[in-house]
């Protein structure tokens, strides 16, 4: 993956954080992670339409920049909206007394990231406005010069054999969007370099 091409899928991921489900999103990263293209486009593109994520005409440029078709029907179909919508979570630093123990994902991806390059990792419990079930995320800060999509799956996989846990994970550089930006105004830095 050339340089420009990583930086257009970093972005998109980190635009579309909030709004397009956890599970989507982990797949998505996973298969360009791996360098399986044609895969991780065709489970974008496929996955906007069916969850109704409608994206801007910046998101639809990024993504048209990295396709293999940029004037794929299935981009068509995907609408347009103004503006990224504002986040549909509500964060906060403790999780309710129900919440699981969030010190073991803590404590591996705090050890991943001081070997991958991350400056401070941070943590918030999330909980839909529609009422639903909440969660924990993680937010790791990175320098400019790493690959986001290589540390996402290196301390996905890490998080995954360690405890069987998916996790909740998110990556950037301080250029946050309006999701992180919510996450770090939630919740609680919980490690640094």
């Not at 129900?98 to 591996?108: G, N």
């Not at 999509?149 to 405890?163: E, G, P, R, T």
Request: proline fraction near 6%.
């Amino acid at each position: 993956m050339d340089l420009m091409t990583g930086i257009a899928v970093d972005e998109v991921c980190a635009r579309l954080a909030g709004r397009l489900s956890d599970d989507v999103q982990r797949t998505v990263r996973e298969h360009f992670a791996a360098g399986e293209w044609t895969v991780g486009e065709s489970v974008l593109l496929l996955s906007l339409a069916r969850e109704g994520v409608g994206i801007t005409r910046a998101e639809r440029d990024l993504i048209r920049f990295f396709s293999a078709d940029p004037d794929a029907p299935e981009l068509a179909r995907v609408p347009e909206v103004p503006a990224p919508p504002t986040p549909r979570f509500h964060f906060r630093p403790d999780g309710p007394a129900h919440a699981p123990d969030p010190s073991r994902a803590d404590a591996v991806l705090a050890t991943g990231a001081a070997e991958l390059g991350g400056r401070r990792l941070s943590r918030a419990w999330r909980e839909p406005l529609d009422g639903g079930s909440g969660d924990w995320v993680h937010l790791l800060e990175v320098g400019d010069d790493v690959n986001e999509l290589a540390v996402y799956s290196s301390l996905s996989s890490l998080l995954w054999d360690s405890s069987r846990e998916k996790g909740n994970l998110e990556i950037g550089t301080g250029r946050w969007r309006l999701y992180h930006a919510a996450v770090l105004a939630g919740g609680r830095q919980i490690w640094s370099a």
